[in-house]
């Protein structure tokens, strides 16, 4: 049974910065593809970052880049999420998630995409 708890939220000022981490067990982890969603209060769930299996690709939602950056430890079954430079609307609960993948290069960015999720960690961002 694949389980994945979040870890690493909390309450921040703008200009702070955070680091989620994603620890995963009964997987191979190394064959799964990795994501970053969030969802905000009253809205839908929406992507963040993914990484593919073997870290050599990510892929960014556009109003994060340059701010976040993904990467995983596959030694370690965790994946990060390195926030830099929040915003109060990066405010939400941040949910990582995971996905069987066939080749080492595929990073997947549609939520629909994924078939396990962790609980979720909130991160909230004060002006």
């Known amino acids: 049974q694949v389980q994945l708890v979040e870890s690493g939220g909390g309450l921040v000022q703008a200009g702070d910065s955070l680091r989620l981490s994603c620890a995963a067990s009964g997987l191979t982890f190394s064959n799964y593809a990795m994501g970053w969603f969030r969802q905000a209060p009253g809205k839908e769930r929406e992507f963040v970052a993914a990484i593919s299996r073997s870290a050599g690709n990510t892929d960014y939602m556009d109003s994060v880049k340059g701010r976040f950056t993904i990467s995983r430890d596959n030694a370690k079954n965790t994946v990060y999420l390195q926030m830099n430079s929040l915003k109060p609307e990066d405010t939400a609960v941040y949910y990582c998630?995971?996905?069987?993948?066939?080749?080492?290069?595929?990073?997947?960015?549609?939520?629909?995409?994924?078939?396990?999720w962790g609980q979720g960690t909130q991160v909230t961002v004060s002006s």
């Open positions: 998630a995971a996905r069987l993948a066939v080749s080492t290069g595929t990073r997947f960015t549609n939520r629909y995409s994924y078939s396990d």
